[in-house]
Nanobody
């Protein structure tokens, strides 16, 4: 069973930056890796995704502010978040999948709180 471990969240003022990390267990190579986020009462939404060869996709709300990256040798993914806004406050989760579907595997998430 694949395990995902997110880290790097915290409390930051609006305009600040944070870098999230997602580690995966084993030696699995995933075609897609992505970051999702969730606020109370809302469904988890896709923030950014990246394929094994580095193709990226971003939600409109984070374009130009967030950068997703991955280190395939370390089975690790990152999310650099700059110019943070109060609306970015959420629990952030990483997820993995193949080219067609996301696997139903979630980590514990990491809380990001942006104070205005």
């Amino acid at each position: 069973q694949v395990q995902l471990v997110e880290s790097g969240g915290g409390l930051v003022q609006a305009g600040g930056s944070l870098r999230l990390s997602c580690g995966t267990s084993g030696n699995n190579i995933f075609n897609r890796m992505g970051w999702f986020r969730q606020t109370p009462g809302k469904q988890r939404e896709l923030v950014a995704s990246i394929t094994h060869d580095g193709a990226t996709n971003y939600a409109d709300s984070v374009k130009g502010r967030f950068t997703i990256s991955r280190d395939n040798a370390k089975n690790t993914m990152y999310l650099q978040m700059n110019s943070l806004k109060a609306g970015d406050t959420a629990v952030y989760y990483c997820r993995v999948g193949n080219s067609e579907v996301w696997y139903n595997i979630w980590g514990q998430g990491t809380q990001v709180t942006v104070s205005s």
